[in-house]
């Protein structure tokens, strides 16, 4: 069975503050995306990572996809109260069917003020 | 272009009663997915449809069941409605099967009392 574990599972943090969520597995993946979700809403796509050991930037949000391709990690530069919501990592582990898209149980991250 | 959009957004069932959720995809995606979150077990997958046939399946029960109509709409019904059903069930859709980008819609909560 394939998991993926975030880490932390909160994190409360002062605007102005950087701060680094992880996600780990025991398999490798074909990719690994990141999502944010704020309250009341549904996850919102925010990168795809295929390669191992690649690095892709959005403005001050940086992921990296480990070189084995079994982990991540998103770390956010300058946080600010905007940033505010839960990070989920997916895992795929295949094509052919959504399915094959593996979720972390995410990192609620809040950034206060 | 509009967005996923989910029916009703809020629901209170009892237990032992069904419900029938229903998801509208993006103009245009052929590919809808069904998720349930909650805070224990994070997003997990329930099954995906993509011109009206079921891809792929999660592990849930017989009383999870949902069906596609040829205009790609898609509905999920819960039969004999337990408390831990109680949770965000997103659906979310893609323009084919496989490794697409999915975009997700706001959810229907749902409360079994």
């Known amino acids: 069975t394939q998991l993926l574990e975030q880490s932390p599972q909160f994190l409360s943090i002062q605007e102005g503050e950087n701060l680094t969520v992880y996600c780990n597995s025991s398999?490798?993946?074909?990719?690994l995306q990141w999502y944010r979700q704020e309250p009341g809403e549904g996850p919102v796509l925010l990168v795809t990572v295929v390669t191992g050991g690649e690095v892709k930037k959005l403005k001050r949000l940086t992921f990296q996809f480990g070189d084995a391709r079994k982990d991540s990690s998103l770390h956010i530069t300058a946080a600010q109260p905007g940033d505010t919501g839960l990070y989920l990592c997916?895992?795929?582990f295949g094509g052919g069917s959504q399915g094959n898209l593996i979720f972390g149980k995410g990192t609620k991250l809040s950034v206060k003020p | 272009k509009a967005g996923v959009t989910q029916t009703p957004r809020y629901l209170i069932k009892t237990r032992g009663q069904q419900v029938t959720l229903s998801c509208s995809p993006i103009?245009?995606?052929?590919?809808v997915s069904w998720y349930q979150q909650t805070p224990g077990q994070g997003l997990q997958f329930l099954f995906e449809y993509f011109s009206e046939t079921q891809r792929n399946k999660g592990n849930f029960p017989g009383r999870f069941s949902g069906r596609q109509f040829s205009n790609s709409r898609s509905e999920m019904n819960v039969s004999t409605l337990e408390l831990g059903d109680s949770a965000l069930y997103l659906c979310?859709?893609?323009?084919?099967?496989?490794?697409?980008?999915?975009?997700f819609g706001p959810g229907t909560r749902l409360l079994v009392l």
């Open positions: 103009s245009g995606h052929r590919s």
């Open positions: 997916a895992g795929r």
């Open positions: 979310a859709s893609s323009l084919f099967t496989g490794r697409e980008t999915q975009y």
């Open positions: 398999s490798v993946f074909s990719s």
